[in-house]
């Protein structure tokens, strides 16, 4: 069973910048995906970026070229920076862990809202 802790939500302005991160409780070393998915309310849940272990990354559309993911699998962590913020960000983001693409573990979420 692998836990998946996540940290740095909070409040930010629009254009703003905030950093998540997640915190797994075994090795990532051979997880295959790690990453970053998002609800917003009465929205499906949907991919905002993951890394395989090869380093390959992928992104949801809408966050091209603002968002960035990490992962280091020496501290097991996967980070997700968050850049040029706006309202559509807004959203419960969750960490995600898993051997194909679709996610087998989930964390709690950590809140992000933009707003003036």
């Known amino acids: 069973q692998v836990q998946l802790v996540e940290s740095g939500g909070g409040l930010v302005q629009p254009g703003g910048s905030l950093r998540l991160s997640c915190v797994a409780s075994?090795?990532?070393?051979?997880?295959?995906?790690m990453g970053w998915y998002r609800q917003a309310p009465g929205k499906e849940r949907e991919l905002v970026a993951n890394?395989?272990?090869?380093?390959?990354?992928n992104f949801g559309g809408s966050v091209k070229g603002r968002f960035a993911i990490f992962r280091d699998n020496v501290k097991n962590t996967v980070d997700l920076q968050m850049n040029n913020l706006n309202a559509d960000d807004t959203a419960l983001y969750y960490c995600?862990?898993?051997?194909?693409?679709?996610?087998?573990?989930w964390g709690q979420g950590t809140q992000v809202t933009v707003s003036s």
């Open positions: 890394m395989h272990k090869s380093g390959v990354r």
């Open positions: 995600s862990a898993g051997v194909g693409w679709k996610p087998d573990y």
């Open positions: 075994v090795s990532i070393t051979s997880v295959n995906f």
